[in-house]
């Protein structure tokens, strides 16, 4: 298995320009989530998916981003306008619910945004 | 609402020393508990997890054991060596259907020769 898969790894761009990044999650899995790192706020959950419907988008900084999920094998979140606020590391994670298993978030490695 | 409390970091050990990284939680119901570990430029693996009270998780040496009367999860590892030198988050699943994890703020290790 691939594991989560995540574009670009890196990414500098400058201040007002649009930013997507990309993820596949693992293949089979029905939840997928994008975090935020950053040193200030550690690790924020922004938005998360259930078989590619958004259950839950409050950890969403403000209107500048957004998120899709158009089937099950990819995902996209944009910020545009970006601001050098929203340089961080954004990760993407996948999970399946197992009958009576134990959930386990499996994560990319994710994508160093920098906006300059 | 339910919560995770890290000790503070970092953590600076020399290698072979005794580990401990204190971790305790809130929350309503019986969450799982889980430990990532997060190794330099790269994303957050599981190291281990445990689902009910007095379960021991256990992975390449780490160790953690539920403990519902103190709500505690701490990570240990009896001989730490230099390769373990990461940021260790403490998570819980809780057991509704919002499949969210809640993470703790992350401990940094630091290991020396």
């Known amino acids: 298995d691939a594991g989560v898969i995540q574009s670009p790894r890196h990414e500098v761009t400058e201040m007002g320009q649009e930013v997507t990044l990309r993820c596949k999650p693992i293949?089979?899995?029905?939840?997928l989530f994008w975090y935020r790192q950053t040193m200030m706020r550690g690790l924020e959950l922004l938005i998360y998916?259930?078989?590619?419907?958004?259950?839950?988008d409050s950890g969403m900084p403000e209107d500048r981003f957004s998120a899709k999920m158009p089937n099950a094998s990819f995902s996209t979140l944009k910020i545009q306008p970006s601001e050098p606020r929203d340089s961080a590391v954004y990760f993407c994670?996948?999970?399946?619910?197992?009958?009576?298993?134990?959930?386990?978030?499996?994560f990319g490695p994710g994508t160093r945004l920098t906006v300059l | 609402g339910n919560s995770v409390t890290q000790m503070e970091g970092p953590v600076t050990l020399s290698e072979e020393a005794f580990l401990t990284i204190n971790c305790t939680y809130t929350?309503?119901?019986?969450?799982?508990l889980f430990w990532y570990v997060q190794y330099p430029g790269e994303g957050l693996q599981l190291l281990l997890k445990?689902?009910?009270?007095?379960d021991k998780g256990s992975n390449k040496g780490f160790e953690a054991t539920y403990r519902k009367e103190t709500t505690s999860f701490h990570l240990e590892k009896g001989s730490v060596q230099v390769s373990d030198s990461a940021v260790y988050f403490c998570?819980?699943?809780?057991?509704?259907?919002?499949?969210?994890?809640?993470f703790g703020q992350g401990t940094t290790l630091q290991v020396k020769p």
């Open positions: 998570a819980l699943s809780d057991r509704g259907n919002t499949g969210k994890l809640i």
């Open positions: 445990a689902t009910k009270a007095d």
């Open positions: 929350a309503t119901g019986y969450p799982s």
């Open positions: 994670a996948s999970r399946t619910r197992l009958a009576g298993g134990i959930d386990t978030q499996y």
């Open positions: 293949s089979g899995h029905d939840y």
């Open positions: 998916f259930n078989n590619n419907v958004p259950i839950d």
